[in-house]
Nanobody, 120 residues
Framework: QVQVVESGGGLVQAGGSLRLSCAAS????????MGWYRQAPGKQREPVAI???????NYADSVKGRFTISRDNAKNTVYLQMNSLKPEDTAVYYC??????????????WGVGTLVTVSS
């Protein structure tokens, strides 16, 4: 089993910055991708930034130029640096880890989420 733990959420004023962290631990086989999703009140969960192992990073259009995803593969950790935050960035942010395991195929692991609130 793989455990995923996020940290770094909080309350910030518009224009401010926050940095989210996510660490994966446990029986890690081989991480295929690490990323961040978010879910605002009354809305569906949406991808924010995805960083495949050895692949190109993808960002939601709404965060391009403001958010930066990075990974520390040695620590199985992924970060999300969020700058120039807007009230519409308010959401619960979830970390997602993807593995492809023999026989089992794709395995998705999720954290419990961390709340980011941006005040105007």
């Amino acid at each position: 089993q793989v455990q995923v733990v996020e940290s770094g959420g909080g309350l910030v004023q518009a224009g401010g910055s926050l940095r989210l962290s996510c660490a994966a631990s446990g029986s890690i086989f081989s991480i295929n991708a690490m990323g961040w999703y978010r879910q605002a009140p009354g809305k569906q969960r949406e991808p924010v930034a995805i960083m495949p192992t050895g692949g190109s990073t993808n960002y939601a259009d709404s965060v391009k130029g403001r958010f930066t995803i990075s990974r520390d593969n040695a620590k199985n950790t992924v970060y999300l640096q969020m700058n120039s935050l807007k009230p519409e960035d308010t959401a619960v942010y979830y970390c997602n880890i993807i593995e492809y395991r023999p026989v089992l195929g794709r395995m998705d692991y999720w954290g419990v989420g961390t709340l980011v609130t941006v005040s105007s």
